[in-house]
């Protein structure tokens, strides 16, 4: 009789969390709007959004078979957790230890959930090639302040500068909503229109069109 109960009671136990499992998986908000900056040849940095709140991770593997096989990838492969807030509405997670001129098959994370397949490239997945091994560079760092529309730091906000035509880099603020960038990565970005986009989530957004340098020295205020 002990024993009877004791089998019902691990299937009771097992069903509650396969169904758990299953209500986290189907509530995992898909990652929005994502791409791909701040490409070198060691790393690289994703940014994107949820309608949501969700803690968000990449997964990064080296051949497109480890990526393909269910729940082992994650132990096979690399992941890497947002910088952002947690439970954040947008999201930057950098990936780093990569090597150059190198492609690599990516998939987001949100919750519990991967999005996308190695086989696709919306949704949440993508390929990535690093760049061949750069040289080091005197550095060219330019940051500024962001601040919430009340006047207070916006911390956990991803600023973006668009290279038009170019690249994009990005960077996270800190406590204070301070955030800071290495221009090195863009000789020619005096040549290049440039945007500065401000994406803070919950504490607002806002894009600045960029003139002169001394423009990504300030402050800027989310709308």
């Known amino acids: 009789m002990n024993d009877k109960k004791g089998t019902i009671g691990l299937v009771l136990l097992a069903?509650?969390?396969?169904?758990?499992?299953?209500?986290?998986?189907?509530q995992s908000p898909p990652p929005r709007n994502a791409e791909i900056t701040n490409l070198s040849d060691r790393s690289a940095t994703?940014?994107?959004?949820?309608?949501?709140?969700?803690?968000?991770s990449v997964l990064t593997c080296d051949a497109a078979w480890k990526m393909s096989l269910p729940?082992?990838?994650?132990?096979?492969?690399?992941?890497?957790?947002a910088e952002t807030l947690r439970n954040g509405l947008i999201h930057s997670v950098t990936v780093r230890g990569l090597q150059p001129g190198k492609t690599y098959f990516c998939r987001i994370g949100s919750g519990i959930r991967l999005f996308g397949s190695r086989?696709?490239?919306?949704?949440?997945?993508?390929?990535?090639?690093?760049?061949s091994t750069i040289l080091a560079a005197p550095t060219n760092m330019v940051g500024g302040t962001i601040?919430?529309?009340?006047?207070?730091?916006?911390?956990?906000?991803?600023?973006?500068?668009?290279?038009?035509?170019?690249?994009?880099?990005?960077?996270?603020?800190?406590?204070?909503?301070?955030?800071?960038?290495?221009?090195a990565a863009e000789?020619?970005?005096?040549a290049s229109a440039i945007?500065?986009?401000?994406?803070?989530g919950g504490?607002?957004?806002?894009?600045?069109?960029?003139?002169?340098?001394?423009?990504?020295?300030g402050t800027v205020t989310l709308k």
């Open 15 to 26: 069903g509650a969390a396969i169904s758990f499992y299953l209500y986290s998986f189907f």
């Open 46 to 56: 994703f940014i994107f959004k949820t309608e949501a709140p969700a803690e968000t």
């Open 71 to 81: 729940f082992l990838n994650r132990l096979i492969c690399q992941t890497a957790f």
């Open 119 to 131: 086989s696709t490239v919306d949704g949440g997945s993508w390929n990535l090639r690093t760049k």
């Open 147 to 183: 601040l919430k529309r009340s006047g207070q730091k916006a911390a956990g906000a991803v600023v973006i500068l668009r290279f038009l035509p170019g690249e994009t880099l990005s960077a996270v603020t800190d406590e204070n909503g301070r955030w800071q960038m290495d221009l």
């Open 187 to 190: 000789p020619d970005w005096q």
């Open 195 to 200: 945007l500065l986009v401000v994406e803070g």
């Open 203 to 217: 504490m607002g957004s806002t894009v600045v069109p960029i003139t002169d340098k001394g423009q990504l020295q």
